[in-house]
C-alpha cells in the first residue's frame, strides 16, 4: 500500500514542474524595448544609397489573385513606388485580406533588401501576428532607407509580393 504512494510521487513532480514552468515562463512581450526590426549593424549593410532609393521597384506581372496587403501604420503613400515614412520605434500595423481563398499567415515572409543581399525579418515579427493582423509596436530600427519585401500566400497558393521602400527618420 505505501508503495503505490509513493509510485505516483514522480508524475506529481513533473506535473508540478510543467505547471510552474507554464505559468512562470516569460511569454512573449509584446511591448518589448529590446525588439529589433534592423539593428545597427544590419541598417548599415542594408540602407540604401540615394540613387539605390531612387530606382524604380520591381515590376510584377499582372494582378495578384493572393491576399490583399493593407499598411495601416506607418501610412503608406506613393502607389507607383510604394513607400513608407517611419520613425523609430516602429509601429507597424498591416492588414492581410482575403482576396480568393483565406489567407495563410503561416506562410508570412518579411526580407530587407539591397541588391543582390537579403535578410529576413520574419523570425521577428511572426510573434506579433493577430489572426490575419501584424500588430507591433516598439520595433527598434537605425534611421536610414530601406526595401522591404512583404509576401503571403492564401490557402490556394495564391501569392502577393509587394517591395515597399522604407524611410526611418529618427
Not at 549593410?45 to 532609393?53: K, N
Not at 511572426?126 to 490575419?132: A, D, S
Amino acid at each position: 500500500m505505501e508503495n503505490s504512494r509513493y509510485s505516483q510521487l514522480p508524475s506529481l513532480l513533473i506535473y508540478s514542474l510543467i505547471v510552474c514552468f507554464l505559468l512562470f515562463s516569460p511569454g512573449v512581450d509584446k511591448s518589448s524595448a529590446d525588439t529589433f526590426f534592423l539593428t545597427l549593424d544590419e541598417a548599415r549593410e542594408l540602407s540604401l544609397t540615394d540613387a539605390e532609393w531612387d530606382m524604380p521597384p520591381m515590376l510584377t506581372r499582372g494582378v495578384s489573385l493572393g491576399p490583399v496587403i493593407d499598411f495601416q501604420s506607418p501610412v503608406l503613400s506613393n502607389d507607383s513606388n510604394p513607400t513608407l515614412e517611419a520613425a523609430s520605434p516602429l509601429s507597424l500595423v498591416v492588414m492581410f485580406r482575403e482576396n480568393q481563398a483565406p489567407v495563410d499567415m503561416n506562410s508570412l515572409e518579411i526580407t530587407a533588401k539591397k541588391g543582390f543581399f537579403s535578410k529576413s525579418l520574419t523570425d521577428r515579427v511572426k510573434p506579433f501576428v493577430e489572426g490575419t493582423a501584424l500588430k507591433a509596436s516598439g520595433l527598434k530600427i537605425p534611421e536610414g532607407k530601406f526595401k522591404i519585401e512583404v509576401a503571403i500566400t492564401d490557402v490556394k497558393g495564391n501569392q502577393t509580393s509587394v517591395e515597399y521602400r522604407l524611410v526611418v527618420k529618427n
